[in-house]
């Protein structure tokens, strides 16, 4: 973050600004995203922000776009990826709950929690939702499911997810990929073969024990 705030001089850049807001956001929740804070967190005057962004409301748009795009539309993007089986598809799929950089949990929280007490947030989550979910369903339709149980396995697939994320339930790694097969096998009816879990397993940098 220093780099960003450095690179356009005293007033900062947009993207630190983005970057102090989101972890305000992630610490402390939206209460905190405020101008004054932020500005003495990157030790930049107040007045440096409208540069920037014309009020705070256009910075929490700024971080509204920012969960969107990362969250929902590195999911689509997964369950669109080319696979060999429904499994591998799910497998794809699985990168976005063991890859920061493909799905902020985190950062899917502090939205969630923000949408409590916003009915404008509530429904950009909902949106999300939906869309989310439409693409795990068109996933399974792909590989031959008929719409109404495509749907439901979607569901399933992806409110089990959201479930981990809400309970802030965290598993020991080695765990977590022990239980994956299984959790492929409920999800999609297909049981992963071998070299389909060495691919995960092989980009996630897991050696199976």
């Known amino acids: 973050m220093e780099q960003a705030v ?3 001089g005293w007033r900062g850049s947009q993207e630190g600004w983005l970057e102090a ?3 305000a956001l992630l610490e402390s929740g939206v209460d905190s995203v405020k101008i004054l804070p932020l ?4 030790g930049l005057s107040r007045t440096s922000f409208y540069w920037f962004f014309k009020d705070r409301e256009e910075l929490l748009s700024a971080l509204i776009l920012r969960w969107r795009d990362k969250n929902t539309g590195n999911l689509m993007k997964q369950s669109e990826a080319y696979a060999e089986s429904l499994a591998e598809a799910m497998l794809n799929v699985f990168d976005c709950w ?3 950089d493909l799905f902020d949990s985190q950062f899917e929280f502090a939205i969630r929690s923000w949408a409590l007490q916003s009915p404008e947030i509530q429904v950009e989550v909902q949106q999300a939702d939906l869309a989310r979910i439409g693409a795990l369903s068109r996933m399974f339709v ?3 499911f008929d719409e109404e149980p495509a749907d439901v ?7 089990v997810q959201i479930g ?8 020991d790694i080695g765990l977590r990929m022990k239980r994956i097969p299984e959790y492929i096998a409920i999800y999609t009816g297909q049981i992963p073969q071998q070299r389909e879990l060495d691919r995960f397993y092989a980009r996630h940098g897991y050696k199976q024990g």
Do not use: P, V
């Open 6 to 8: 450095n690179d356009s």
């Open 21 to 23: 807001a989101y972890e």
């Open 39 to 42: 500005a003495k967190k990157l």
């Open 98 to 100: 063991l890859n920061k």
């Open 142 to 144: 792909r590989f031959g």
């Open 153 to 159: 396995r979607a569901r399933t697939t992806y409110l």
């Open 164 to 171: 981990y994320i809400s309970m802030q339930s965290t598993e």
